[in-house]
């Protein structure tokens, strides 16, 4: 555990967890469901820039802001054509909303695999310099951006939450939504917030995370199940717990297969949702036990 | 209970007033109503096996077929009825498969053997997934199920020495039922009758007692636990008979191809066998049936779609999820109703016994 490389490896794998959990956290908060279709728009990010600047030839920012634009197109698309209807037909039945969502996250990750074709391509860098030398290990270009974007994210998110008038207002549903919306307030101008912000923050993440082992159409779905574990690890109580519980996912991903073999990852993954879901489900930071 | 329970169904099924599809589901043994799916079940599989005759091809078209429907049946149960979604649907009917293939390859005994183990061991696996969620929301479940499922198909490439790694299981032994080995065209036939067997006894255990209590308790899971059933426990119930069904799928198409691989059941399965019953229709067992004839039929057996069959498929649930959530059954059986109802009444919504049910109605009404 001490090869610094593999250090800086967890860190950014755990700071693309954390911020796939932060984008479930928001949708949470402002919807009061898991938006499982996380990964695949993360993915969608990812290959979509990729496919744009490999197959379409574009330069690479116009590629990176087509590619988001799908992203939030395609979370905007989510709340007011799919869950919004089916909450509204079915009285905010919890099943219906899962089905809904599956549906979605299968229906985003066949559509990449048609679009963009079901091969694994590399990630876009979106920055170009030298290898900063830690010791004596190297840290990437992409996996710097992918540090300083967490954070910037991470605190804007935090701030946004705890100044912005529709962030207080998505915290306030998240609290209570019942009383939020007799109060009269705008739950469903927040609802759609919540999922565009949210599906923001995954596009981000794929973006930047696509670099270090390249995206393909299945990618995703790994993603969506590595996000939300991050987010039940972590806990809900405050904006930073998803990052904790983003790390220690991370480093599991990166550690786990050093010492144990690379299938093992998936079984130990497997465990720790089984003991977390079995014992201690409201995750290390908690304000209040979700049921 | 048996005195209790068609009242709780009623009110369940009155409690959603704002929907057309509401009606208390005690209409059950009349008879009448028992036999005309079956038999019309009877009469299409009869003419698709005709139509399939001794042609290859269509034989493993038939059989992915029945394994489709197996698999969704097996789902039907905890989804439907009970109202939890589990995810690792392909891993159960991996293990069907596998337990067919290990059978073979290691022991002398009859293939019947595993066909007989991977129900159990499926059905201790899904109640050991639904254990550590049970006070949980579904998403949970559902989360946990998946990284099962993800996490079987890695051990079934990772265990060599008990999957055969990567290569799968192949040369599998013929079926064989007292001496008596059956070709394809007979496995298929037996097959097919598997498949009416267990959506008929499924379409009956939904109408039994216990099936409108777990009805009830996917609805009403207060009043449920009110009457002194443990909704947990019920819950983990039908996790465990959906599983066991499921790997039965498994067990059938190892036996009929005579081979796995980790690769015959992927995680796209878990999704196609969501799809299934909401395609055919939620209200009845038969839905899962016909919804996997269209997915077969859509992915791989309809040409324009050989590349986008999925992708139709899932955006064509989407749809039917938005504005037909009866799905093909529950449709023809409106209209049905619309017509025999004369001009006048077919106008006014009806309720239709054979799909009016509180299973039907979260995602539709």
Aim: net charge neutral; aromatic share 10%; hydrophobic share 55%.
């Amino acid at each position: 555990m001490t090869d610094v490389q593999l250090w800086l490896s967890a860190a950014e794998v755990g700071c693309f967890f954390g911020l796939l959990a932060l984008a479930y956290l928001l949708i949470l908060e402002g919807a009061g469901f898991f938006n499982f279709a996380l990964g695949p728009y993360a993915m969608v990010a990812g290959l979509g820039t990729t496919w744009l600047v490999i197959e379409k030839e574009l330069s690479l920012w116009p590629a990176v802001a087509v590619a988001v634009l799908i992203v939030v197109a395609l979370a905007a698309v989510t709340e007011l054509l799919v869950v919004r209807p089916i909450e509204a037909r079915t009285g905010g039945n919890e099943l219906s909303a899962l089905v809904a969502v599956a549906a979605i996250l299968f229906a985003v990750e066949q559509g990449a695999g048609y679009v963009f074709g079901r091969r694994q391509l590399p990630g876009q860098l979106l920055v170009r310099f030298d290898p900063i030398e830690i010791g004596d290990a190297f840290l990437q270009p992409s996996a710097a951006l992918l540090l300083a974007v967490t954070v910037v994210v991470f605190v804007a998110v935090a701030a946004w939450l705890r100044l912005g008038g529709t962030g207080r207002l998505l915290r306030a549903i998240g609290d209570n939504k019942e009383a939020a919306a007799v109060l009269g307030l705008p739950v469903s101008r927040a609802r759609l917030t919540a999922f565009v912000i949210g599906g923001l923050v995954a596009a981000a993440a794929g973006l930047l995370y696509a670099p270090k082992a390249g995206v393909g159409f299945e990618s995703g779905l790994t993603w969506t199940l590595n996000g939300f574990l991050a987010l039940v690890v972590g806990g809900t109580g405050t904006v930073w717990a998803p990052l904790i519980g983003g790390l220690l996912v991370g480093g599991v991903q990166v550690f786990v297969p050093y010492y144990l073999g690379s299938a093992a990852p998936n079984y130990v993954i497997l465990g720790i949702a089984l003991v977390f879901f079995a014992f201690r489900p409201e995750g290390l930071f908690s304000r209040r036990i979700r049921t | 209970m048996t005195a209790v329970t068609p009242e709780v169904g009623g009110t369940a099924g009155g409690s959603s007033a704002g929907g057309p599809a509401a009606g208390p589901p005690g209409t059950r043994g009349t008879g009448v109503r028992v036999w005309p799916p079956l038999g019309l079940a009877a009469v299409v599989a009869a003419l698709l096996l005709v139509w399939v005759g001794s042609n290859g091809y269509r034989q493993d078209l038939g059989v992915l077929a029945a394994t489709y429907a197996l698999i969704a049946l097996g789902m039907y149960v905890p989804f439907v009825m009970a109202g939890s979604l589990s995810l690792a649907y392909s891993a159960y009917a991996g293990i069907g498969a596998y337990a067919v293939g290990i059978v073979s390859r290691d022991t002398g005994w009859p293939l019947w053997v595993g066909w007989l183990a991977a129900p159990l061991v499926s059905a201790a696996l899904a109640v050991v997934l639904g254990l550590a969620t049970r006070r949980l929301s579904g998403f949970y479940l559902g989360a946990v199920t998946l990284l099962f499922a993800t996490a079987f198909e890695t051990w079934l490439v990772d265990a060599d020495g008990i999957t055969d790694g990567s290569r799968g299981i192949g040369g599998i032994r013929n079926l064989s039922v007292f001496g008596w080995s059956p070709d394809r065209s007979q496995q298929l036939i037996m097959a097919t009758v598997l498949v009416l067997a267990v959506a008929f006894a499924l379409d009956r255990l939904r109408q039994s007692p216990w099936g409108v209590l777990v009805r009830t308790m996917r609805e009403v899971p207060a009043v449920v636990e009110a009457t002194g059933v443990r909704v947990p426990v019920l819950n983990l119930v039908a996790l465990g008979i959906g599983a066991g069904i499921a790997s039965l799928g498994g067990c059938l198409f190892a036996s009929f191809v005579r081979g796995v691989t980790p690769e015959t059941f992927t995680v796209n399965i878990v999704f196609l066998a969501i799809f299934m019953p909401l395609i055919g229709g939620v209200g009845t067992p038969w839905g899962a049936v016909v919804g996997a004839l269209v997915v077969v039929e859509l992915t791989l057996n309809f040409p324009a779609f050989s590349d986008s069959g999925t992708l139709v498929l899932s955006l064509g649930v989407l749809v039917i999820l938005l504005v037909a959530p009866r799905g093909l059954l529950g449709y023809l059986d409106a209209l049905r109703n619309r017509l025999a109802a004369g001009p006048l009444t077919g106008l006014l919504p009806r309720s239709s016994p054979g799909s009016s049910s509180p299973a039907g109605r979260s995602s539709d009404g």
